[in-house]
């Protein structure tokens, strides 16, 4: 059984950073593209950044310059370093994987998810 995990999350007041981890149990996350979304109450998942099977990083546009995404070759993890964040950055925060080769943006392009972990921005 293929299972995600993610870590990282908890309180952080404005303007801190958070780093959030992914590895997979399972399957390798190495395997193909991984992707970081997002879903605060109420609203529809978001997508944050993705990274290539090769390594290559995408970004929407809303996170671009302050997340960072990137591939943990040594303990088979992806990690999101998130800075600067905002009260709007509060969600619950989800990895996902695919068989893909380049990530995709939609929910629907990825075969595998995490439980999530909520990050809360508040003073």
């Known amino acids: 059984q293929v299972q995600l995990v993610e870590s990282g999350g908890g309180m952080v007041q404005p303007g801190g950073s958070v780093r959030l981890s992914c590895a997979g149990s399972g399957r390798s996350v190495s395997n193909g593209a991984v992707g970081w979304f997002r879903q605060a109450p109420g609203e529809e998942p978001e997508f944050l950044a993705g990274?290539?099977?090769?390594?290559?990083?995408y970004y929407a546009d809303s996170v671009k310059g302050r997340f960072t995404i990137s591939r943990e070759t040594a303990d088979d993890t992806v990690a999101l370093e998130m800075n600067s964040l905002k009260p709007e950055d509060t969600a619950v925060y989800y990895c996902?994987?695919?068989?893909?080769?380049?990530?995709?943006?939609?929910?629907?392009?990825?075969?595998?998810w995490g439980q999530g972990t909520q990050v809360t921005v508040s003073s």
């Open positions: 996902a994987a695919s068989d893909r080769v380049i990530p995709g943006r939609r929910p629907v392009d990825y075969e595998y």
């Open positions: 990274v290539s099977r090769a390594g290559v990083p």
